[in-house]
C-alpha cells in the first residue's frame, strides 16, 4: 500500500516537474511548480519529518510561489513568442548527462553503515520540531544567526533594486 | 518497500528536469522557477539520506537552503523587475549588454 502511494506521488511530482519545464506560459510553469512542491512535501511527511513539509508549503508555496506569480503579473508578461527554447538538443544532452551520472552514483555508492540516535521512534515521542530546535540553536546557532542577516541584507537589498529612484 | 534510493531516483530525476530547464529555457522568471526545482531536488535527498543515517544534520541544512532559496527569490525578482523597466523585455537572449 504504501509503495503504491509513493510511486502515484512520484509520479505527479515527476509530471509537475516536465509541466514546469516545457510550458509555454509562465502561469502555468508556476502553478505546475506549486504542484510539485506539494508532492515533495508528502514526500518528508513520509520520511518522518513533518516539521519540514510544513515549512516547505509555507515557505516555498506559500512564500516564494507567491512572489514569482506576483512578479509574473506585474510584468504582464502574456503567452511566450514563438521561440520557447534554445539549444535544445544541447540541453537535452546536458540534462540526460546529469541524471545517468546521477543515478550511477546513486545505485552503486554505499552509504556509510553508521545508524545514528534519531530514529522514527524518537522522532515520533519526542516531536520533530522539537529535535530540530534542538539542533539549530545548540549546534548550528552560528549559521542561524547568519541566516537572519542573510535575510535582512536581501530585504534591503530588494528594496534598493525595485525602488523607482533611489 | 520504499529504500532510500527510491527517493534519490526521484530526485535526480527532478534535477536533470531542473538542469534541463535552465539550460533551455529563454524567460528569465521560468529559468528562476528551474532553479527552486533543483533546489528542492537537492532538499529531497538531504531528508531522506538524513532519514537513513539517524541524523539531524541533513535536515538543518535543508531549512538553511530554503533560508538562502527564499532571500535568493526576493533579490532576484527584484532584479528582474528593475531589468524590464529599462528592457521592456525579459528574455535572457537580450540580456547581453556584457558581451564584447
Given at each position: 500500500?504504501?509503495?503504491?502511494?509513493?510511486?502515484?506521488?512520484?509520479?505527479?511530482?515527476?509530471?509537475?516537474?516536465?509541466?514546469?519545464?516545457?510550458?509555454?506560459?509562465?502561469?502555468?510553469?508556476?502553478?505546475?511548480?506549486?504542484?510539485?512542491?506539494?508532492?515533495?512535501?508528502?514526500?518528508?511527511?513520509?520520511?518522518?519529518?513533518?516539521?519540514?513539509?510544513?515549512?516547505?508549503?509555507?515557505v516555498?508555496?506559500?512564500a516564494i510561489?507567491v512572489l514569482i506569480l506576483f512578479v509574473?503579473m506585474l510584468l504582464?508578461?502574456?503567452?511566450?513568442?514563438?521561440?520557447?527554447?534554445?539549444?535544445?538538443?544541447?540541453?537535452?544532452?546536458?540534462?540526460?548527462?546529469?541524471?545517468?551520472?546521477?543515478?550511477?552514483?546513486?545505485?552503486?555508492?554505499?552509504?556509510?553503515?553508521?545508524?545514528?540516535?534519531?530514529?522514527?521512534?524518537?522522532?515520533?515521542?519526542?516531536?520533530?520540531?522539537?529535535?530540530?530546535?534542538?539542533?539549530?540553536?545548540?549546534?548550528?546557532?552560528?549559521?542561524?544567526?547568519?541566516a537572519s542577516i542573510l535575510l535582512l541584507v536581501a530585504i534591503v537589498g530588494a528594496v534598493i533594486l525595485a525602488k523607482r529612484e533611489v | 518497500?520504499?529504500?532510500?534510493?527510491?527517493?534519490?531516483?526521484?530526485?535526480?530525476?527532478?534535477?536533470?528536469?531542473?538542469?534541463?530547464?535552465?539550460?533551455?529555457?529563454?524567460?528569465?522568471i521560468?529559468?528562476f522557477?528551474?532553479?527552486?526545482?533543483?533546489?528542492?531536488?537537492?532538499?529531497?535527498?538531504?531528508?531522506?539520506?538524513?532519514?537513513?543515517?539517524?541524523?539531524?544534520?541533513?535536515?538543518?541544512?535543508?531549512?538553511?537552503?530554503?533560508t538562502v532559496a527564499a532571500a535568493e527569490a526576493a533579490v532576484g525578482l527584484a532584479l528582474m523587475i528593475t531589468f524590464f523597466r529599462n528592457?521592456?523585455?525579459?528574455?535572457?537572449?537580450?540580456?547581453?549588454?556584457?558581451?564584447?
Open positions: 500500500m504504501e509503495v503504491i502511494f509513493f510511486y502515484l506521488v512520484a509520479l505527479i511530482a515527476v509530471l509537475s516537474g516536465l509541466l514546469v519545464v516545457t510550458c509555454k506560459s509562465p502561469v502555468n510553469s508556476a502553478l505546475a511548480l506549486v504542484n510539485t512542491f506539494f508532492c515533495l512535501a508528502v514526500f518528508y511527511v513520509m520520511l518522518h519529518a513533518p516539521f519540514m513539509a510544513a515549512i516547505q508549503i509555507m516555498y508555496a506559500g510561489m509574473i504582464n508578461l502574456g503567452v511566450e513568442p514563438l521561440k520557447k527554447y534554445t539549444h535544445t538538443v544541447w540541453g537535452i544532452i546536458a540534462g540526460s548527462l546529469v541524471f545517468i551520472l546521477t543515478f550511477l552514483f546513486i545505485t552503486r555508492g554505499q552509504t556509510s553503515k553508521v545508524a545514528g540516535a534519531i530514529t522514527n521512534e524518537v522522532v515520533m515521542r519526542e516531536g520533530h520540531t522539537e529535535l530540530i530546535g534542538k539542533a539549530i540553536f545548540v549546534d548550528f546557532l552560528l549559521p542561524f544567526e547568519l | 518497500m520504499i529504500t532510500t534510493t527510491h527517493y534519490m531516483v526521484v530526485s535526480a530525476i527532478l534535477f536533470a528536469l531542473g538542469t534541463f530547464g535552465v539550460l533551455t529555457r529563454r524567460n528569465a521560468v529559468i522557477m528551474c532553479i527552486e526545482l533543483m533546489l528542492n531536488a537537492v532538499n529531497l535527498t538531504f531528508i531522506a539520506l538524513s532519514r537513513q543515517l539517524g541524523n539531524m544534520d541533513g535536515q538543518v541544512f535543508v531549512f538553511f537552503v530554503m528592457k521592456d523585455t525579459i528574455e535572457v537572449d537580450d540580456i547581453s549588454l556584457l558581451k564584447w
